[in-house]
């Protein structure tokens, strides 16, 4: 049965809705089709910007409306949320992008809701539509999208958040924080949307979100828009057998549908049914969409290269806008005249949005530094310097982070701790009947127990999963916490780290951020540690801006800067050194559940006059010992700490450098590129008519570390190498 019929020219009974047609009356299958001919009219104008210079780049979402403007009419904007990729322009349209914002978008405007002008256009993002910023990265979205989602189930179990039913729900703000808002029933129908490529698919993140989605029964619903080619790489050339929704059927609990993503009745109602399957909590749904690409994959492409004149002409024939048009008109649902008459409205719309947008005003080149780091929150303020409340033993700095993150837990009940091996028991009926793991070095022991399990769990052994599921975790405003078992192992972490951890808040314009914290344990001094439990390398992530990096020596900086990073609203590497976590010389009291040390403040840990080592980590403690022998031929040194790494403390160095006029670097990390030339660098630029005598750094050679003790002691830097440069530079 129609929906509605059309007697001269005219439609009538509109209100009617007609089941063959998906439940979709005449209004909205009509509106389906303009949000279709706009998302094209939207690229075909971006591609005319760009030749004629106004825009610097574009990539398409043509052939892919179809699918999209279904995904948006089944969806809630800034109820349920979104991890959208670049040729998703069609489903931003349906939940209430306007064409003015993608086009200031393209034009890099300064007003651009998504990125203020700071990514390529297409890199969607809505803070009011629950939008989260995207990416260039293919992949990465799929395991934040995990974490999004196990935030919305967490904020509807978690005792004691005071706004926790509005920010189980719509319409968060920067960094997680929602507006007022009853939102009680939200989080028991949310759903989170991620969208990827057919190309995508071949990266490992997305297997391990769908480990995940599947293990936990997630409520996230997949969309995979397979136009057949990852730039000019056909599926049958990455894809075994040719299809990846075949390869995925196997995963428990997950609802796969293939559909013909170019005919949008075919597509709404393999969306509602994907939808209504994760909104009732059965879990994750997976929607693999054949679609087309009539156009290149961007302007900095040329398909012709790689595609005949048949397959492109093939393609043409399943243009989603093409067939629906021709549908409407078949069932009697427009004329020809409404929809060229529809098509002018379009146009003038696109023509309006383009004016604007090509007059709006740039960012001003002051702003350029502007929100690499929270504008409101500095780690490095006298706000986070308190005093300490000594209490009981002296104990490890193991044991003091324990502590730390004990107090933090109790005290803000949207901390969650996970990672390899941190939980008690992933067991819980068993928690009783055993000591329970909490870490290979016991860091989180105890924590589940205390906590529950919805605050402290094992993740699998994939270290991206556990990064990209803690941003999209903090994305929502809970406070993740998290280890990398050994820092050898971060790197299948670096893309979520570098491109995604570190640049959230930077590339959305601070309408969005992730203040995680990353615990790492790193170094060597082992004995036995050997190439794969030795390394160091925090120059590395000192490339990263956007993260601030810690690095304790002692018990009590342990507790203090923990504290500072879990409190701070920037994401935070801390780094704990291996070999410090049971050391007797740098225990101490706990010094308070409020300790707190600003970051970017070194500690002078030795007085002297002649020259001044500066050091970190594991390494203090040689320079230290190093010291007390050369005091012994009348050497008078100074112990400089810089306990955080980024930002670190220049006045600090600079203060040393002036008392004492010789400077050593002494590090862990191999000599080349380690942060010491950073900081031999900067010394000699600014400081250099305070030198009597040039900057000497000690660090470890430039090869992995051993497992032969005998080797190890010739890797890494001991007190006795430090020793040397004092004694050699005395001489100077």
Not at 79 to 87: A, K, S
Not at 264 to 277: E, W
Not at 289 to 303: F, G, N, T, W
Request: contains cysteine; charged residues 25%; glycine residues 8%.
């Amino acid at each position: 049965m129609k929906g509605s019929a059309v007697k001269n020219g005219a439609a009538r009974d509109t209100r009617e809705r007609a089941p063959s047609y998906e439940g979709l009356t005449r209004d909205e299958l009509v509106g389906a089709f303009r949000t279709m001919l706009l998302s094209r009219r939207l690229d075909d104008k971006e591609i005319q910007l760009k030749n004629q210079s106004l825009i610097f780049f574009q990539i398409s979402g043509a052939g892919h409306e179809a699918i999209l403007t279904a995904a948006g009419l089944t969806l809630k904007p800034g109820h349920d949320w979104f991890y959208p990729y670049y040729r998703d322009r069609a489903l931003c349209l349906a939940l209430g992008v306007t064409p003015l914002e993608m086009l200031l978008a393209a034009v890099a405007a300064k007003d651009d809701p998504s990125s203020g002008g700071r990514q390529m256009p297409s890199h969607w993002g809505h803070q009011k539509l629950n939008i989260v910023s995207s990416s260039s990265p293919t992949g990465t979205q799929c395991l934040q999208a995990i974490g999004c989602a196990e935030a919305g189930i967490l904020y509807g179990r978690l005792p004691g958040i005071d706004d926790r039913a509005a920010r189980a729900g719509a319409g968060a703000e920067r960094g997680g924080r929602a507006p007022a808002s009853d939102g009680a029933s939200a989080s028991e129908d949310e759903v989170v949307y991620v969208s990827l490529g057919e190309g995508t698919t071949s990266e490992g993140e997305f297997w391990e979100s769908l480990n995940t989605a599947c293990t936990k029964r997630l409520p996230v619903v997949y969309l995979v828009e397979d136009n057949g080619y990852a730039i000019s790489v056909p599926r049958e050339v990455q894809t075994p057998g040719g299809s990846i929704s075949r390869l995925v059927r196997s995963f428990p609990g997950l609802h796969v549908v293939e559909v013909d993503g170019t005919d949008f009745l075919a597509s709404y109602r393999a969306f509602t049914d994907a939808v209504a399957y994760a909104r009732a909590r059965k879990g994750p749904a997976f929607v693999h969409a054949s679609v087309i690409r009539p156009y290149s994959h961007s302007l900095s492409d040329d398909e012709r290269l790689y595609k005949t004149a048949d397959e492109r002409a093939e393609e043409a024939k399943r243009d989603p806008i093409v067939k629906l048009r021709a549908f409407l008109i078949e069932e009697g649902l427009a004329t020809d005249r409404d929809l060229t008459d529809l098509a002018k409205d379009v146009d003038a719309i696109v023509g309006d949005a383009s004016d604007q947008a090509v007059k709006a005003p740039k960012p001003s080149p002051d702003t350029a530094t502007l929100y690499v780091y929270s504008p409101d929150v500095d780690p490095a303020s006298e706000a986070f310097q308190t005093a300490p409340a000594p209490e009981g033993k002296l104990d490890t700095m193991v044991a003091a982070i324990n502590r730390t993150i004990k107090d933090e837990m109790a005290l803000n009940p949207r901390i969650v701790v996970f990672g390899q091996d941190v939980a008690d028991c992933s067991h819980e009926e068993n928690l009783e009947a055993v000591a329970g793991k909490g870490g290979v070095f016991k860091a989180t022991h105890g924590l589940q127990k205390a906590f529950g399990s919805d605050r402290v769990f094992n993740s699998p052994l994939a270290e991206a999963n556990i990064i990209g599921r803690a941003i999209g975790m903090a994305t929502r405003g809970l406070k993740p916490v998290v280890e990398i078992q050994f820092f050898d192992y971060i790197w299948p972490a670096m893309m979520q780290l570098r491109d995604e951890m570190s640049m959230l808040r930077y590339r959305s314009n601070n309408t969005f951020s992730c203040p995680a914290v990353v615990r790492v344990a790193i170094g060597g001094y082992l004995r036995g540690g050997a190439p794969y439990h030795s390394q160091s390398g925090e120059s590395i992530f000192a490339h990263c801006p956007g993260i601030r990096i810690a690095y304790p020596s002692n018990a009590q900086d342990a507790a203090g800067l923990l504290r500072t990073a879990i409190r701070c609203d920037d994401p935070v590497l801390f780094l704990e050194h291996k070999h410090l976590y049971r050391q007797t010389y740098n225990k101490s009291e706990y010094p308070g559940a409020g300790y707190m040390i600003p970051f970017g403040r070194s500690a002078v840990r030795r007085e002297g006059t002649d020259l001044v080592v500066i050091t970190w980590g594991a390494l203090v403690q040689r320079a230290l010992l190093a010291a007390q022998q050369a005091e012994k031929d009348g050497i008078s040194v100074m112990v400089v700490d810089l306990r955080t790494i980024v930002p670190f403390d220049w006045n600090g160095i600079a203060d040393a450098v002036k008392r004492t006029n010789r400077v050593i670097v002494a590090h862990e990390d191999q000599l080349t590129c380690g942060f010491g030339a950073e900081l031999v660098a900067r010394i000699a630029d600014e400081l250099f008519e305070h030198l009597d005598a040039p900057v000497r750094r000690v660090a470890a050679l430039d090869t992995p570390v051993a497992y032969c003790p005998a080797l190890e002691e010739v890797i890494l830097p001991q007190s006795s190498h430090v020793l040397r440069a004092i004694q050699d530079l005395a001489r100077y």
